[in-house]
């Protein structure tokens, strides 16, 4: 298994990103070379063991679109996990992490139903047995940051497959814990609760689409997620909802809490886009975290080549 409970990690066992990135590259490097085997030995004895932190050539092909291997610098931990939504607990980006520290996230289940031939509901330990990858997505907040995370993870195919969804299903809903006793009122997050939010099935089955346990090699810490979220990295960040406990397969187009909180602002597709504005803001460039200037936005998060085709029917100015 890839992935450690965070709190039971010593801040001094906690690779620095320098060594994770070149630990990473060096793989990279070892694929690409086509000596995989001598690699692994070599790799064994210079990192005894870790957990299994990198995945196969092929998927490294779906998952980075070529503009963005290895230039690209992951964010690092302490970036990634002092700066989130969740509003479950706060409003406040850089206070989720304290207020979701006591988060209890087993026992966990994700029950799984609506119009499939099997319904089914997968206890976390049952998640964590499917094979976990590491994928290196950018990830873009509608509100305007980014950041590159190395998530830990499966596809969501995986699930979707184990159930068989009915051919009548064409969408996928998703629901979040909602826990009074743990978490703050729907009155003080300012958006109805529990936090919704849905897929076109195509879009759920397809590749880049993960169900995340962790990142950065470690169980998903509670601020970013915890036990399990979806990450969609070619849409805004809000679609990638937070700890789920309920995946339903659905007919028609499901509600969504940003969409009911303010639906000329969010749509329900959402993909990134920099030629459509947010209603009060541009969205042509954005802030990474730990640089000085904006960067311009790409179309679909930089994931056209692997996304634009489920769209090209499509008038993505009117389904923002
Ligand atoms: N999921 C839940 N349940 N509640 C939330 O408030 N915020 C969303 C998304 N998922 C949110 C959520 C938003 S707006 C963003 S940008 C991302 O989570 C932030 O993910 P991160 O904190 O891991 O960067």
Same mark, same amino acid.
């Given at each position: 298994?890839?992935?450690?409970?965070? +709190?039971?990690?010593?801040?001094? &066992?906690?690779?620095?990103? /320098? *060594?994770?990135?070149? #630990? !990473?590259?060096?793989?990279?490097?070892?694929?690409?070379?086509?000596?995989?085997?001598?690699?692994?030995?070599?790799?064994?004895?210079?990192?005894?063991?870790?957990?299994?932190?990198?995945?196969?050539?092929?998927?490294?092909?779906?998952?980075?679109?070529?503009?963005?291997?290895?230039?690209?610098?992951?964010?690092?931990?302490?970036?990634?996990? +002092?700066?989130?939504?969740?509003? &479950?607990?706060?409003?406040? /980006? *850089?206070?989720?992490? #304290? !207020?979701?520290?006591?988060?209890?996230?087993?026992?966990?289940?994700?029950?799984?139903?609506?119009?499939?031939?099997?319904?089914?509901?997968?206890?976390?330990?049952?998640?964590?047995?499917?094979?976990?990858?590491?994928?290196?997505?950018?990830?873009?907040?509608?509100?305007?940051?980014?950041?590159?995370?190395?998530?830990?993870?499966?596809?969501?195919?995986?699930?979707?497959?184990?159930?068989?969804?009915?051919?009548?299903?064409?969408?996928?809903?998703?629901?979040?814990?909602?826990?009074?006793?743990?978490?703050?009122?729907?009155?003080?997050?300012?958006?109805?609760?529990?936090?919704?939010?849905?897929?076109?099935?195509?879009?759920?089955?397809?590749?880049?689409?993960?169900?995340?346990?962790?990142?950065?090699?470690?169980?998903?810490?509670?601020?970013?997620?915890?036990?399990?979220?979806?990450?969609?990295?070619?849409?805004?960040?809000?679609?990638?909802?937070?700890?789920?406990?309920?995946?339903?397969?659905?007919?028609?187009?499901?509600?969504?809490?940003?969409?009911?909180?303010?639906?000329?602002?969010?749509?329900?597709?959402?993909?990134?886009?920099?030629?459509?504005?947010?209603?009060?803001?541009?969205?042509?460039?954005?802030?990474?975290?730990?640089?000085?200037?904006?960067?311009?936005?790409?179309?679909?998060?930089?994931?056209?080549?692997?996304?634009?085709?489920?769209?090209?029917?499509?008038?993505?100015?009117?389904?923002?």
């Amino acid at each position: 298994m890839i992935v450690k409970n965070p +709190n039971e990690i010593k801040s001094s &066992e906690i690779t620095d990103e /320098k *060594t994770y990135l070149n #630990r !990473r590259n060096f793989i990279r490097a070892g694929l690409l070379a086509g000596t995989t085997l001598a690699t692994a030995g070599v790799y064994r004895f210079i990192n005894p063991p870790p957990p299994k932190e990198v995945v196969t050539a092929e998927i490294q092909n779906i998952i980075q679109p070529p503009d963005f291997r290895a230039e690209e610098k992951l964010n690092s931990f302490e970036e990634i996990t +002092n700066y989130n939504n969740f509003y &479950e607990f706060s409003t406040s /980006k *850089t206070a989720v992490a #304290r !207020r979701a520290e006591n988060f209890v996230t087993r026992p966990w289940a994700i029950e799984v139903g609506g119009l499939v031939q099997k319904p089914k509901t997968f206890a976390i330990e049952d998640l964590l047995k499917f094979e976990q990858e590491e994928r290196i997505y950018r990830f873009r907040c509608v509100e305007g940051w980014s950041m590159v995370i190395p998530w830990v993870g499966f596809p969501l195919k995986k699930i979707l497959d184990a159930v068989e969804p009915l051919g009548a299903a064409k969408y996928v809903a998703f629901e979040t814990l909602y826990d009074s006793a743990q978490m703050q009122s729907s009155f003080s997050a300012g958006i109805d609760l529990p936090y919704l939010e849905g897929l076109r099935l195509d879009e759920a089955a397809h590749p880049l689409t993960i169900l995340a346990t962790g990142l950065y090699g470690k169980l998903m810490p509670n601020q970013n997620g915890a036990p399990v979220r979806l990450v969609v990295p070619w849409k805004y960040g809000f679609k990638s909802i937070k700890s789920i406990v309920k995946i339903s397969l659905t007919e028609k187009e499901p509600p969504t809490t940003w969409n009911i909180a303010a639906p000329s602002e969010y749509g329900f597709y959402s993909n990134v886009n920099p030629n459509v504005r947010h209603p009060r803001w541009s969205q042509a460039t954005e802030n990474h975290i730990g640089e000085y200037t904006r960067r311009p936005t790409l179309p679909f998060n930089g994931y056209a080549e692997q996304v634009e085709s489920l769209y090209s029917d499509m008038n993505l100015k009117k389904y923002f």
